[in-house]
């Protein structure tokens, strides 16, 4: 594990990138001159007003990130554009923009500027705030791809969302009640719970974990489509592990088991993960089959690792900076924390259960 206490930030420099330590907290940082040597004709520098906060993947960070000296933090971001390549021809300083930071790109987000590609930012809308826009574009990109183009939910279709008040879940139960979509959201804290309950509008079904089995989803599940199923599952972590195999600090885990997610899907469901490392058994494989059932792996990053789609993505985020800017897509803001304690925040940030963690820059 790496020591982010040692991991300070000043602000005498124009410009600067702010990393994920690796040496001892070394601070790296850099000065207008050196970013204006760096940009490309495709780049762009942006003067960074607001950076939503996730959970650093160091493991796929190094498949990436070729420097040993830090990892950047922070990917969803919203700013003004204060300089532009020789080659940008959507955009001009003074722009207020918003986009996603890729994974192979050695700036991050918090920090005070960036330098990024024009073909990873879209224009953000006048009415739409810089807080909102950073604080919901990666969690509503990451809805979109598994709703449209892994699920291709339709109205009427019944989804079930795990982790549902987390920032992800949110965004992903407003666009499936965009799309006619009934709801069952899965909470495990009475601070999910209650907000869940409150939701706007409401959602078609509330499942506590911790007061119910996970054999109990699986009949909520059934129940709540007359025994068909339901259409399509999006968890948020898997359990890997049989009861009989875990070790005692796994035993309490209220995440569901790969058979109880088979159980609940209906003919032709899809099932949609975020556990890169999912194993399926070969009589869970044989009960997918059975039900002509799909498994999609989402990693929402792939959008922006790979170039063969840049049309699409683009209008994907121009969709949702319209979805967000018309109140369609509400992201909710956790808290706000200044530039200097976004390290302390992201030691910590498995400990927020509602919304997102943005920094304010």
């Not at 699920?151 to 965004?171: L, M, N, P, R």
């Amino acid at each position: 594990m790496h020591d982010f206490t040692d991991f300070t930030d000043s602000h005498d420099c124009t410009f600067k990138e702010t990393g994920f330590p690796r040496n001892q907290g070394k601070k790296v940082e850099k000065t207008e001159e050196d970013l204006s040597k760096e940009l490309n004709a495709h780049d762009i520098i942006v003067k960074i007003h607001s950076c939503g906060l996730s959970t650093i993947n160091e493991k796929l960070l190094q498949k990436f990130i070729e420097t040993n000296e830090n990892y950047p933090v922070g990917h969803e971001i919203s700013g003004t554009i204060v300089k532009v390549g020789s080659n940008v021809k959507r955009f001009n300083v003074d722009d207020e923009i918003a986009g996603i930071i890729p994974l192979d790109n050695k700036y991050g987000g918090c920090a005070s500027y960036c330098v990024i590609t024009e073909y990873d930012i879209v224009h953000k809308p006048t009415k739409l705030s810089h807080l909102d826009a950073a604080c919901g574009i990666g969690d509503a990109l990451k809805a979109y791809t598994s709703l449209y183009y892994k699920a291709h939910i339709a109205s009427g279709e019944t989804v079930v969302v795990q982790s549902a008040a987390k920032g992800f879940g949110i965004v992903t139960i407003q666009l499936a009640q965009y799309l006619g979509a009934k709801v069952i959201a899965v909470g495990s804290t009475d601070e999910e719970i209650v907000f869940l309950k409150n939701f706007d509008p409401p959602v078609d079904q509330v499942v506590d974990l911790r007061s119910t089995s996970r054999r109990n989803l699986t009949t909520v599940c059934l129940e709540e489509t007359g025994g068909i199923g339901v259409d399509c599952f999006i968890d948020n972590g898997v359990e890997m592990y049989p009861e009989e195999f875990r070790t005692p600090s796994r035993h309490q885990t209220l995440l569901p088991s790969k058979h109880d997610i088979i159980t609940c899907l209906a003919v032709g469901g899809r099932w949609i993960t975020t556990q890169q490392n999912l194993q399926i058994d070969p009589p869970d494989s044989e009960m997918l089959s059975l039900k002509s059932a799909s498994l999609h792996y989402l990693f929402e990053q792939s959008w922006s690792l790979s170039k063969g789609a840049i049309g699409r993505y683009l209008h994907v985020l121009n969709d949702i900076m319209a979805k967000m800017s018309e109140g369609i897509l509400r992201p909710t803001v956790h808290h706000t924390v200044l530039l200097d304690d976004c390290i302390e925040n992201l030691a910590n940030i498995d400990n927020t259960t509602i919304g997102k963690i943005v920094v304010k820059i």
